[in-house]
């Protein structure tokens, strides 16, 4: 209990000393473009160098998890998924895209697509 007590404590220090940042409405609909009809709620940049992007999938149920029958994004070849789990193509894609619109010195070297 007091470890989890100590990471949120730091956590929030993390958060009250580089507020998150959002991203210009032009990034947004080039990220929702590369999502597809998987919503776009959010994305942020915190930090450094990291953003998180938040996309909306009513797919994603317990039950399609315990039967390992969810998948994010459409189907892929074994050439398109090169060694990344098919699941997290498109998440790639999508973090790839956000990295290339934003300027080189802006560029986040961790992005995390829930």
Known sequence: MRTRSLFFLAAALVVACDRPKSVSAEIQR??????GSYPLLEVQRFGRDSAYIVLE??????????????????????AEAGSCPPEKVLGQRIARELWWRLDSAARPSQV???
């Open 30 to 35: 080039a990220l929702q473009v590369r999502a």
């Open 57 to 78: 999938d009513s797919a994603l149920t317990s039950d399609a998890l315990a039967g390992d029958t969810w998948m994010f994004g459409p189907q892929v070849s074994a």
């Open 112 to 114: 995390v697509v829930f």
